[in-house]
T-cell receptor
Framework: GQQLNQSPQSMFIQEGEDVSMNCTSS?????WLWYKQDPGEGPVLLIA?????ELTSNGRLTAQFGITRKDSFLNISASIPSDVGIYFC?????????????FGPGTRLSVLP | EAGVAQSPRYKIIEKRQSVAFWCNPI?????LYWYQQILGQGPKLLIQ????????DSQLPKDRFSAERLKGVDSTLKIQPAKLEDSAVYLC?????????????FGPGTRLTVT
C-alpha cells in the first residue's frame, strides 16, 4: 500500500529557532495534511493543503503541497517550548476506486530553552 | 463544542482475553474512523464508517477485530482474542461526512497493553 516517509525522525532545536520537516511518498495524493500529537492525546490538525503548489500558513506554521503531489514540507518559525511534540504528515487520495488515508511515521520535535 | 470521547483511557489485559473500546464522535459527524497507533509509528486506519455502514475495513484483522456503529452515532471496537502485538493506542476520529475525510478530529485514544 501507499507509504509516507518523514524526515528527520527527530530533532532538537533551541527556542527561537526555525524548524523545517519533510514528507515524501512514491504515490500521489490529492490532499496533504499536517498534524501535531502531544503525549497522551490524539493528533490535532494543523494545516490542510488541497492543491499542488499551494502554500498555506497558520500562525507561525507554513506548509506547502509539492508540485509533483508526492511531497510536502512544514516550517515552524521562532519555535517555542509548546511546539514540542510529534508532527505527522498524512496523505489523502480519492478516486473512482475509493479513498486512501495514510499517516507518516512522524517527526519528534524537542525544543531546548 | 464537545470533542470526540473515548473510553476507557487505559486497559491492561492478558493475551487471549477480550476487550472493547467505545467512541462517541462529535455531534453531527456522519463519518467515524478507528485507528491503531503502535508506539513510535503513525496511526493506521482500521475501519471507516459512514453513518452505520462500513466504507473501508480493508486493514481490519477480521479474524479477531470487529467494530460496529449500530445507530450511526456511537461505535464499539472489539478485539477477541487479544494478542501481544495488539498493544497500541486505539484512536477514534470523526469528520462531518466522507467528503471531508481529510478534516478529521481525533479523540484522546485508549492505550491497550496486552501481557
Amino acid at each position: 500500500g501507499q507509504q509516507l516517509n518523514q524526515s528527520p525522525q527527530s530533532m532538537f532545536i533551541q527556542e527561537g529557532e526555525d524548524v523545517s520537516m519533510n514528507c515524501t511518498s512514491s504515490s500521489i495524493f490529492n490532499t496533504w495534511l499536517w498534524y501535531k500529537q502531544d503525549p497522551g492525546e490524539g493528533p490535532v490538525l494543523l494545516i490542510a493543503l488541497y492543491k499542488a503548489g499551494e502554500l498555506t500558513s497558520n500562525g507561525r506554521l507554513t506548509a506547502q503541497f509539492g508540485i509533483t503531489r508526492k511531497d510536502s514540507f512544514l516550517n515552524i518559525s521562532a519555535s517555542i517550548p509548546s511546539d514540542v511534540g510529534i508532527y505527522f504528515c498524512a496523505g489523502h487520495h480519492r478516486d473512482n476506486y475509493g479513498q486512501n488515508f495514510v499517516f507518516g511515521p512522524g517527526t519528534r520535535l524537542s525544543v531546548l530553552p | 463544542e464537545a470533542g470526540v470521547a473515548q473510553s476507557p483511557r487505559y486497559k491492561i489485559i492478558e493475551k487471549r482475553q477480550s476487550v472493547a473500546f467505545w467512541c462517541n464522535p462529535i455531534s453531527g459527524h456522519a463519518t467515524l474512523y478507528w485507528y491503531q497507533q503502535i508506539l513510535g509509528q503513525g496511526p493506521k486506519l482500521l475501519i471507516q464508517f459512514q453513518n452505520n455502514g462500513v466504507v473501508d475495513d480493508s486493514q481490519l484483522p477480521k479474524d479477531r477485530f470487529s467494530a460496529e456503529r449500530l445507530k450511526g452515532v456511537d461505535s464499539t471496537l472489539k478485539i477477541q482474542p487479544a494478542k501481544l502485538e495488539d498493544s497500541a493506542v486505539y484512536l477514534c476520529a470523526s469528520s462531518l461526512h466522507q467528503g471531508t475525510a481529510y478534516e478529521q478530529y481525533f479523540g484522546p485514544g485508549t492505550r491497550l497493553t496486552v501481557t
